[in-house]
């Protein structure tokens, strides 16, 4: 009998034990250093939103161990969670007024240090019908009607006259839309935060090194949207990772840090 | 034995339902021309169509409920708008130009230079939903158009019928397929050059017969892109077992001698990022040309003689402003636009000839007309 409970006892431990480490990833977005916001004086947040998938957490032997996303939030499905950092107010024009600010979930009981995750739609999901999509990817605001598939990233600043949001979604894609066979330009943005502790850290999304590059207050507003004629994407694509007249990894981005 | 007569009125209207509900959609068209593919989550039926010839018509798919998808496609100018540049519902300037909707249910791909877009219920949510720029611009679109379904008494019922087998028949969806059924039914083969090629040897001038002989010789090549029974290469139908898509470089533009074109309208290059791909258009029918002046991706060639004297000339000289270029000189031109000589008279009869391509019946037609104007 004790053999039998020494047997069935760790299962049943592990178990219960093997999903409990609740997940909780905010995001916030600064500019230079402080806080910006849709309302912010001077240089103004003008959108921020953004899918995630792929999110792991690394543990003292360096392995990664995946983040499974709390479906029960009405953002979040079990491949990709949706973070709307803008308000629809102020300089947010093309805005919502509902927030997400963090992924909630859940992983395997660790001691974790190190962050991963792609911001992106996994390719499997990027190219179905939106209009019968499930939550949070029945957002047609975040559909890219004209490329096909999502817009990964929405982001934006403005200042009273001037500024520069950037679309970065999946380009050069082949087929037809319901039969896309793949994109030349993936366009996904990886991740990775070594130092990055959960409950210590939140995720910061440097806009100033997004836009670092482009030209925010020379009078004219610029964009990028993931396109091959456009001069205004080499920079911001820079930043986060992506090569962009190749579409290939850097290995490094300068968006994203452990705050 | 009394219930017989009620039991066989029942039998027979049971009967009749199913075997009209089982009816191929009438297309209408010219014996011999195979109908247009439909796709197989949306089939063609009067309901559906009905709704969709409403909803064509109606502003409030607009944002701010100024526009319906009639403002850009006029019927009597054969569904495009007449300007260079279609203009949204809160002011933007699109880059390029009304694209006609006749026949558009045998295009092989839609829009100028998208190669994704092969069927009208994705096309529609650009228009509808996009932002860059704001056309229709329906925010919020999903509830929006749902409710005007279902609490537009005409709408709902027609819903309802369209697509009785959903469990929620008045959606987004159900009213950008109910736009697109009746946007296929619009089809013209009626033009004076049809009754000629039914045997009318006088429905078309001599001009126009001398004309026709110009565009489908190898000298003027114009039948190499704008061929068929559609005019144009990117045509496909119902038994069609080859996928054929047309994109083109006419020489139109040449900035800084590098073939480029204007970066707001590189055409395929956009999609693609192929440097070949610079400046590649699709040859759109050229049906009903004589009325959907002004022409080329951007409004740019204001009438039909400027069209031939360019293709004339083998490309468009541009000699001054932020445009300049010579596009006969670009690299990345048609291997078909190489230019050719005309006479005057030659001139004319090709002119006569596209002329003859107008088909008046389908400019007026009452089923493809305003019906909130009854």
């Known amino acids: 009998m004790r053999l039998f409970a020494a047997l069935i006892v760790p299962w049943v431990c592990v178990s219960c034990s093997q999903w409990d480490h609740p997940v909780k990833i905010p995001f916030i977005a600064t500019w230079q250093g402080e806080p910006i916001q849709c309302d912010s004086p001077d240089v103004a947040l003008s959108d921020l939103r953004f899918y995630i998938s792929n999110v792991q957490l690394v543990d003292g032997e360096g392995q990664s161990h995946d983040v499974r996303f709390a479906t029960e939030m009405p953002w979040q499905n079990d491949a990709v969670a949706y973070i709307d950092l803008e308000t629809g107010s102020g300089d947010c024009h093309n805005g919502t007024a509902g927030l997400s600010t963090q992924v909630l979930g859940v992983a395997k009981f660790r001691e974790y240090r190190g962050l991963r995750f792609t911001v992106g739609v996994p390719f499997r999901l990027n190219h179905e019908n939106p209009l019968a999509a499930k939550p949070p990817l029945d957002d047609p605001d975040m559909h890219w009607h004209w490329r096909s598939g999502y817009k990964f990233l929405r982001a934006g600043v403005r200042t009273e006259d001037d500024g520069f949001w950037i679309h970065v979604g999946s380009a050069g894609c082949e087929g037809t839309v319901g039969n896309i066979t793949g994109c030349k330009f993936p366009n996904r943005i990886e991740v990775s935060l070594p130092e990055f502790v959960v409950d210590q850290h939140a995720v910061n999304i440097d806009l100033t090194a997004l836009v670092a590059g482009t030209d925010v207050a020379d009078g004219t507003p610029t964009d990028c949207s993931s396109g091959p004629p456009e001069d205004s994407c080499a920079a911001p694509f820079a930043a986060l990772g992506i090569e962009f007249e190749t579409g290939e990894q850097t290995g490094s981005q300068s968006v994203f840090s452990a705050q | 034995m009394k219930y017989t007569p009620i039991l066989l009125a029942v039998l027979v209207t049971v009967v009749l339902w199913w075997f009209t509900r089982a009816t191929a959609w009438d297309w209408e068209l010219p014996p011999d021309l195979p109908p247009p593919q439909v796709p197989a989550d949306n089939p063609m039926s009067a309901a559906k169509v009905e709704l969709g010839r409403w909803l064509f018509y109606d502003r409030r798919l607009s944002g701010n409920e100024t526009m319906s998808c009639a403002s850009c496609h006029i019927q009597s100018l054969a569904f495009t708008d007449g300007v260079a540049q279609s203009i949204g519902s809160t002011g933007e300037i699109h880059p390029r130009s009304s694209m006609s909707l006749v026949n558009v249910a045998y295009a092989s791909r839609l829009t100028w230079a998208n190669p994704l877009l092969d069927r009208l219920e994705d096309q529609a949510l650009t228009p509808l939903l996009g932002d860059r720029p704001v056309e229709m611009g329906l925010r919020n679109g999903e509830q929006r158009f749902a409710e005007l379904l279902r609490t537009e008494p005409k709408y709902s019922a027609l819903a309802a019928s369209a697509f009785s087998s959903d469990e ?117 029918s050229l049906r009903n040309i004589g009325v959907t002046a002004p022409y080329m991706h951007d409004g740019s060639v204001a009438t039909l003689p400027e069209v031939i004297a360019n293709y004339e000339r083998g490309g468009r000289l541009i000699e001054d402003g932020q445009y300049a270029g010579d596009g006969r000189l670009s690299p990345y031109k048609s291997e078909f636009v190489t230019g050719f000589e005309l006479t005057d008279e030659e001139r004319a009869d090709l002119l006569a000839f596209l002329d003859s391509l107008t088909d008046q019946t389908v400019l007026s037609d009452a089923r493809f007309s305003d019906p909130f104007l009854n």
């Open chain 2, 168 to 284: 929620d028949p008045h959606s987004l969806l159900n009213g950008i397929r109910a736009i697109a059924a009746f946007i296929r039914t619009i089809n013209s083969f009626d033009a004076p050059y049809d009754r000629y090629l039914a045997g009318d040897a006088n429905a078309i001038s001599s001009a126009a017969e001398r004309g026709m002989e110009l565009f489908f010789s190898e000298r003027l090549e114009c039948f190499h892109c704008h061929g068929g029974f559609n005019f144009t290469d990117s045509t496909t139908h119902a038994n069609s077992n080859v996928d054929r898509v047309g994109y083109h470089n006419t020489g139109l533009y040449n900035l800084d001698d590098t073939g480029a074109y204007p970066s707001d309208n590189t055409g395929l290059f956009d999609m693609s990022g192929e440097r070949r791909d610079m400046g590649r258009f699709k040859a759109p």
